[in-house]
């Protein structure tokens, strides 16, 4: 397994951070899949995950990966109906996996709004299915990697400082009820399940996430942070 450490790379600007992530994320995939093993993954959305895979997509090194071994999952999802174009899924799709190698039955989709009456029967259906693909005495696969972005309120996937979800201390997929950031309604990994990876890249860009990145690092070395 990785050692266990934390490295900043900074990059002038977020096309930047986007050619690097993809080119990183390549070369992790055609590493992992060379021996034919499943490799799962877990993502999100947004404006800087949707601009990697647009990287991704036109990059040669997208044939050096097996895809057929390479299994995407999502870490959080707004509950909206199948399509939205703010659903995270959406946006990724169309930037990479509509017309991309990666069969359809290896792309693990949360549910939408038009397919359960809550986001908590999306959550249980999907961690479920996270389940079916987990070893023995686990509720979730192992992820080579965890691609996860950050709000300028601090917060990851769809977990909100302050707010329940993210206290949660159990590997599960939730559904969050007022999330302070439309829409209100959302299923998300909690921390303990997005935490069993073996690495996890935080990609921040934008002057407006600043101060919460620098409270992250903070914490990291051990200082107090500023309020």
Not at 47 to 54: F, K, Q
Not at 87 to 105: M, S
Not at 110 to 124: L, P
Request: with cysteine; glycine share 8%.
């Amino acid at each position: 397994m990785p050692e266990n450490r934390t490295a900043v790379i900074p990059y002038p600007t977020k096309d930047f951070v986007a050619q690097a992530a993809a080119a990183r994320l390549l070369l992790l995939l055609g590493d992992r899949t060379v021996e034919g093993d499943p490799v799962h993954i877990s993502i999100t959305g947004g404006s800087l995950g949707t601009a990697i895979w647009e990287k991704v997509s036109q990059s040669p090194l997208v044939e050096t990966v097996d895809w057929s071994c390479v299994h995407v999952w999502w870490s959080d999802e707004r509950f909206l109906p199948t399509g939205d174009a703010e659903r995270n899924a959406h946006q990724v799709f169309e930037a990479f996996f509509d017309n991309g190698p990666v069969p359809a039955a290896n792309l693990h989709v949360i549910g939408a709004s038009d397919q359960y009456s809550t986001q908590h029967e999306a959550a249980r259906a999907y961690a479920r299915e996270l389940a079916d693909f987990a070893e023995h005495g686990h509720r979730a696969p192992r992820f080579a990697l965890s691609l996860l972005g950050m709000g300028p309120d601090g917060h990851l996937a769809s977990l909100f400082p302050g707010g329940p979800d993210i206290r949660l201390d159990e590997p599960d997929v939730v559904g969050v009820e007022n999330s302070p950031k439309p829409p209100p309604d959302r299923v998300s990994m909690t921390l303990p399940m997005i935490n069993a990876s073996d690495r996890i890249w935080f990609l921040v860009s934008g002057e407006d996430k600043q101060d919460a990145f620098r409270r992250v690092l903070s914490q990291r070395d051990g200082q107090p942070s500023a309020s």
